[in-house]
């Protein structure tokens, strides 16, 4: 059983960028063309790991784990 936040939470960050420079020239009859178009994705991604802690029951109270869990009493927080 787990209580709390989720344990792994990934953020994504994304950055786009994109160069285009186009050139066309009619001569007489022709038409001549250039061009030139870039594309860069940038994607990063963090694993945020985040721990909720622990708790055990091992029955130090009352001698059996579930009583110290129904009582509240458990043996050590981690």
Not at 49 to 54: A, K, R
């Amino acid at each position: 059983m787990t209580f709390g936040t989720t344990p792994f939470a990934i953020d994504q960050v994304n950055q786009n960028y994109q160069l285009q420079d186009n050139f066309s020239k009619v001569i007489g009859n022709h038409t001549a063309r250039f061009g030139f178009q870039g594309h860069i994705d940038h994607v990063k991604q963090r694993v945020n790991l985040i721990e909720n802690g622990e708790f055990q029951f091992t029955g130090t109270e009352t001698g059996l784990d579930f009583a110290d869990f129904l009582i509240g009493l458990p043996n050590a927080y981690l």
